[in-house]
């Protein structure tokens, strides 16, 4: 056994880092253990988080970083946690290098994996011209011309929400078809619906000029905002015996307001725990989870 901490947080981005601070703060030995692949890497800036608009998420990263090492009670490790299993009152972690970690708790902010559909031209161009979140890419698209790509019923409720950035064109794909109700409040909006499926992305990567449609039709668009459906970046909330919520585009740990899962002395927070997904959001859950471990410790579960 290498090392026993207090607690061990698995994922080092805006909810793992957001926890372990409580933690340092309370003085309790922390580790923070990261494979340095956060779901936002792809994104250049990162907006709509306050104090850090407009920053790289990997600036943040690392001026978080810095920050919570101050504390002397913080310890990092850079590498992928492989097995997670509770060994009497405790856990036990295993890392890629084959490092054996053990703590009192185990903080998830394992973060999920987004799977675009399989239409070419999407990957690459992924957190640049295609995007995910309004929200945070929206005002940088402001009064270009927007798409929304269906992926699943709730891009309805996206697509409602993309014109108050540029007028927007709703392609369906032939996955979902709105009610009568729904296409009414498209068209009050001013969304063109398009039915017939897309095909291709057109223009040099990373930007785009338009979509080719499967008639051969082509129309301009320069953003194109998509949700993806997403899967858990790790396997250990499984391995643990967590139980899973179903959500809207994907499974999410299922936690108490705590951020507590169902398997005691196991706290998740951020996209791996939420439908939810956002900056913020992310790291709100972290202070949550950790003040919520740190009390654990205290009072028991």
């Not at 990261?34 to 600036?59: I, V, W």
């Not at 409602?160 to 794909?173: A, E, I, N, Y």
């Not at 499926?197 to 129309?219: K, N, Q, Y």
Request: charged content about 20%; hydrophobic content about 45%.
């Amino acid at each position: 056994m290498d090392e026993h901490y207090d607690v061990i947080v698995i994922g080092g981005s805006f909810a793992g880092l957001s926890a372990a601070m409580q933690l340092a703060r309370a003085r309790r030995r922390v580790l923070v253990l990261d494979s340095r692949t956060p779901r936002n890497r792809f994104a250049s800036h990162a907006h709509g988080f306050l104090g850090q608009d407009g920053k790289a998420p990997g600036e943040i990263i690392h001026e978080a970083t810095a920050q919570l090492s101050a504390y002397p009670t913080a310890h990092f490790a850079t590498g992928e946690a492989r097995t997670a299993e509770r060994v009497d009152d405790g856990f036990i972690v295993t890392q890629s290098s084959g490092s054996i970690a053990s703590a009192d708790r185990l903080i998830l902010a394992t973060g999920v994996r987004d799977e675009l559909p399989s239409l070419p031209g999407l990957d690459e161009r992924w957190g640049i011209s295609v995007l995910h979140c309004p929200y945070c890419h929206g005002y940088e698209v402001a009064d270009k011309r927007l798409g929304v790509l269906a992926t699943h019923s709730l891009s309805i409720h996206q697509a409602m929400l993309v014109p108050d950035w540029g007028p927007t064109t709703w392609f369906s794909q032939g996955i979902v078809e709105p009610s009568p109700e729904e296409t009414a409040l498209l068209e009050a909006r001013n969304v063109r619906i398009e039915r017939t499926p897309v095909v291709e992305v057109l223009g040099d990567v990373p930007g785009m000029t338009g979509l080719r449609l499967a008639d051969g039709r082509a129309i301009d668009i320069d953003a194109l905002f998509v949700g993806p459906r997403t899967q858990m970046a790790s396997p250990l909330a499984k391995q643990l015996g967590c139980e899973f919520d179903e959500g809207p585009i994907g499974p999410v740990i299922r936690v108490d307001d705590w951020k507590q899962t169902t398997v005691p002395g196991v706290f998740a927070a951020g996209d791996a725990a939420s439908a939810w997904s956002n900056a913020t959001f992310a790291s709100a859950a972290g202070v949550a989870a950790g003040v919520a471990a740190h009390r654990s410790l205290i009072f028991g579960l």
